[in-house]
């Protein structure tokens, strides 16, 4: 990881857009870790990738995001700049209008929150992808076959033994790799988490970060049913969506990957994984009508 502070910013700036050069700059809170976002006066932001590994995302941003944009039912980043390395920093990095909104941990409606993203989803599957970047390194996988992590599955819950119901696990990553998707390949966003989502109001607003985007398989864009949805809203969620039953066998199975990887994390383990795991063994979500998520593109 890059240590990226204010000073830092306001230097790349200066040197490489002077125009913006007298704007204040202020960290942007609640932040991943794939980028840093600062704003840059009341109408622009910064994004700078964090480590090599998200670098790709600059490139695909500027490509792409205005490609998407006109077709989507709501507002993603306009990219105005790209910068360049500079002043010890390693990587591109990018200029982009401000979205308003606050990330969506705060205050909203929850099963208005399910419609709105699965109709986002949805629509975004539906857009041309001719020439579009499929699945691979650059997603970290999303869009592939969930098998490309069966090994890192196999040696999570080896190293987990008891903590987890290993035999249940089991069970649920075979029924997410006996199928695959069956279409041409569809948009995916490849990140879909709480604080990408941007809410105004208690409603959805905008939707951020497409630096894992690409096309193939979108169950990977599911998992946010077990890691933010419960109950009436993983229904509301999975209608909304419309995909079939082998999607979300598929996308279980994204998300027992993550929480596992995530949990056996000797670094960094994160207890509150295993919640999420319990959510997506008691949880298939089942459609609430019979057919409801019968179409898969």
Known sequence: MVDIDIDLVRTLVHEQFPRWRDLPVEPVHRQGWDNRTFRLGSELSVRLPSA?????????????????????????????????PGSGYPYPWSVRRWLPGDIIAGVVDRLRLAQDRGRFLARLRQLPTEHAPVGGLHSFFRGCHPSVYGDQVQRSLAALGADVDVAAC????ADA?????????????GDVAEGNLLAVHGALSSVIDFGTCGVGDPACDLVIAWTYFSGEE????????GLDDDTWARARGWALWKALVTLANPADPDPAQHEIVRQILRDPVTPRRSGAAAWSS
């Open 52 to 84: 090599e590994g998200y670098v790709a995302g600059v490139a695909k941003e500027d490509r792409w995001l205005p490609v998407l944009a006109p077709w989507l039912p709501l507002p993603v980043p306009t990219v105005v700049a790209t910068g360049r």
């Open 170 to 173: 089991r069970r649920i990553w």
């Open 177 to 189: 790799t006996v199928s695959a998707w069956p279409s041409a390949p569809a948009w995916f966003h």
């Open 234 to 241: 993983r229904v509301v969620f999975r209608d909304a969506v």
